[in-house]
């Protein structure tokens, strides 16, 4: 059957049209009739859940009938109160026990989609706050991209190292450094050499040179009169963290001037976490993600694109209008796939691909009703079975 | 074709649960109807099921049963009632869409039959507050639990509580293990090595070594109990670390001689630490070293900065279950 779409662009584009005037299940055309018919009707409006379809010959005699029922009703109350970790759960279990049930089908595959997207989306809006210093609500930040993705390991490092103070600095080793001289810069006191020789398992006469980085312990006051976690005080003195950035602002630049955005961006990235505060840093990752996102959306990856762009701080340049026009590219390309789909009779898969551009673009107006016309000739088909 | 295909396999669901079809795999365990699914099984409960039966038999531990009631948001349990267990249970950092969960460390130090004082919580007074753990739910779980727990590697129960002791009196031995015994309380005793054995109120190694043997935990807590955070008024700097050095090893090395353990945590005397002790367990390898702050620990808690709740003489019980800090109310939406 499929040999009878042999030009899919036109047809694509001619079921675009019919789509957006008068909702395919109604549509007299070829490619709708290819399609068992529906009697459109009696379908418009959405069926009760006991009426969903393939169930009610299930009723009755399935035990795990009710059991998938009462998982439906958690899952939806699950996604009203935005527990979406909850409402997956749940729908996998709807999805189990009734796999060709499409709600379950469908929700299932949107929020596996949404989740890991929403986790990020709180852990990029963390990391701004972070750097701003605002510790107590970037922590609330990574522990809500925590909750919707247990497997989120930058969130689990944030949460656990950067929002504590560190009981250690690191020094990176420079030409013609001793540990006696990094003592006194240090510690001011070169006689505590022997505490940077134990901690880093040297000598106190042992030579030190480039790029070796010491570990320094902190010498403060006990707990209790602990500070709250500050800011760095000093570039070249930040509490965990390496202060060497030469070597890495360097081969960033390097990449960059290459037109090789994405190394740039990564290097770019490290450096300006270890000193959020340094604008030129700042200045060059911003560049390199704008410069990916630009190229990316130029290939065509919108995916990776709106990614890049989620990480130019907003305001940069026109990064916020291009985030809007990937998103809704994206947004598109999903309902094109949903359209190519529907054409190969393929429902389920277009109805997936459709609720994927609602996620993105909430009010994308023909994906909302080829959702509905999709679920309506679905139903219908069971029916005449 | 493919919808065509696809209602056909959905009709295949009107055959009852007893026969094997589509993804679903029927079995008899022991008379109950068990069905498989990739991610979880619906099990038909038998009369005499508890949760704790079920996560024994089908996810090989007993302790998830609190899992398994969640998942079905029930309490109790009914014959003939369908129960889903998910296979790959997950709960790590006790996130929730209202908070996060935070595990109460409960420090206590010595237990007397007749006087109390504040260091010392009169035998009645312990009882009670051992059933009141059992009777209001809580579960006690062990210090590696915990730390699995911290480092977001392993889920435990929502309410959660650590029991540890320190110092090492014999009230331990005597008072202590055989109440433990009596509820499975799983804790950890934090012992000075000096002390050990040279009193008639002090715990010998050999009741440690039959405490070990039922399951107790023994841990560093230094060898003189010196305050770590200080040095002495004759000490030099360097004569200060070198103490500290031995201090935390030389705890280590004992224990291991006389029991044949590894000590993995470390109780700071009197609580107290500074950057450069916590830099210095960590060089020596414990895993993680224990305060006296008092307050739950959430996961993200740092390791050798964690929390303890001193439990003292003079509290009631409802003083004692404020120190029960189980949950951090912050919506995470």
């Known amino acids: 059957m499929k040999n009878q779409f042999a030009e899919k662009g036109f047809w694509l584009l001619l079921v675009l049209m019919i789509l957006s005037v008068s909702g395919c299940a109604t549509s007299p055309d070829k490619p709708a009739q290819t399609l068992p018919t529906p009697s459109p009707d009696k379908s418009r409006q959405p069926l009760p859940p006991s009426a969903l379809p393939g169930q009610e010959k299930t009723k009755g005699k399935d035990p795990l009938y009710e059991v998938a029922e009462q998982y439906r009703l958690k899952a939806r109350e699950d996604e009203k109160i935005g527990d979406l970790p909850g409402a997956l759960r749940a729908w996998e279990i709807v999805k189990g026990i009734l796999p060709d049930d499409e709600e379950a089908g469908g929700e299932t595959l949107k929020l596996k989609k949404q989740i890991p997207a929403f986790a990020d989306q709180h852990f990029q809006k963390g990391l701004v706050l972070f750097r701003s210093h605002s510790y107590a609500l970037a922590r609330k930040e990574f522990l809500t991209a925590l909750y919707l993705n247990r497997d989120h390991p930058e969130a689990i490092h944030y949460l656990k190292h950067k929002l504590a103070e560190e009981d250690f600095l690191v020094y990176p080793v420079k030409k013609g450094d001793t540990i006696r001289g990094v003592a006194a810069k240090f510690y001011k006191d070169p006689q505590k050499d022997f505490l940077i020789a134990r901690f880093n398992d040297l000598k106190v006469d042992s030579q030190i040179e480039p790029p070796r980085v010491l570990r320094l312990p902190v010498l403060d006051s006990p707990s209790a009169k602990r500070p709250p976690l500050s800011p760095p005080t000093a570039v070249d003195l930040a509490p965990g963290k390496i202060l060497d950035f030469q070597d890495d602002l360097e081969k960033s630049k390097e990449a960059y001037q290459r037109g090789n955005y994405r190394e740039s961006a990564a290097l770019a990235e490290k450096i300006v976490v270890s000193d959020p505060e340094n604008r030129e840093y700042r200045e060059l990752m911003n560049a390199s993600y704008y410069e990916l996102g630009t190229q990316l959306g130029r290939e065509k990856k919108y995916d990776e694109a709106l990614k890049a762009f989620h990480r130019v701080d907003s305001g940069y340049k026109d990064r916020d209008t291009q985030v809007i026009q990937n998103r809704k590219q994206l947004a598109e390309f999903h309902y094109l796939r949903g359209v190519k789909f529907y054409i190969e009779e393929e429902i389920e898969s277009a109805i997936q691909e459709w609720q994927v551009t609602l996620t993105l673009e909430p009010a994308h107006a023909n994906a909302k009703k080829d959702i509905q016309n999709g679920r309506t000739i679905l139903q219908n088909l069971k029916k005449m079975k | 074709m493919k919808v065509a295909f696809k209602v056909i396999q959905l009709c295949c669901l009107v055959f009852p649960a007893f026969v094997l079809e589509g993804s679903a795999a029927i079995a008899f365990a022991s008379e109950r109807t068990v069905r498989t699914f990739s991610d979880f099984l619906a099990v038909v409960a038998k009369e005499g099921d508890t949760f704790s039966s079920l996560s024994q038999e089908y996810l090989n531990d007993p302790s998830w049963d609190w899992f ?92 959660s509580v650590v029991i540890t002791f320190d110092d090492g009196w014999l009230s331990a031995y005597e008072i202590v293990l055989p109440i433990l015994k009596k509820y499975g309380y799983p804790a950890t005793l934090f012992i000075y090595t000096n002390i050990i054995g040279r009193n008639s109120k002090s715990v010998s190694w050999t009741q440690l070594l039959e405490m070990t043997a039922q399951g107790i935990a023994v841990q560093a807590h230094t060898m003189s109990h010196r305050n770590l955070a200080h040095p002495g008024k004759k000490e030099s700097f360097k004569e200060y670390f070198e103490n500290l050095e031995k201090e935390l090893s030389g705890s280590r090395e004992i224990i291991k001689k006389k029991l044949n353990l590894e000590a993995k945590y ?31 620990n959430p996961f993200f808690v740092p390791n050798y900065r964690v929390n303890r709740s001193a439990i003292y003489g003079d509290f009631t019980l409802s003083h004692f279950e404020r120190s029960l800090a189980i949950f951090q109310e912050q919506s995470l939406k």
């Open chain 2, 68 to 159: 398994i009631a969640e998942c079905n948001e029930t309490g109790s349990l009914k014959a003939g009632q369908t129960v889903i267990i998910p296979l790959r249970p997950d709960k790590r950092g006790g996130l929730t869409l209202r908070g996060y969960q935070t595990v109460p460390v409960l420090a206590y130090h010595n237990i007397s039959p007749g006087k109390s004082d504040k260091m010392t919580v009169k035998q009645e007074m312990f009882e009670q507050q051992m059933a009141l753990l059992k009777e209001k739910g809580y579960r006690v779980v062990s210090l590696d639990q915990f730390f699995d727990f911290l480092e977001f590697k392993g889920s435990i129960p929502p309410k």
């Open chain 2, 266 to 296: 470390l109780a700071y005397p009197y609580g107290d630490t500074t950057s450069l002790v916590v830099e210095l367990a960590k060089k020596l390898g414990y895993r993680g070293a224990l305060t006296v702050k008092r307050g739950g």
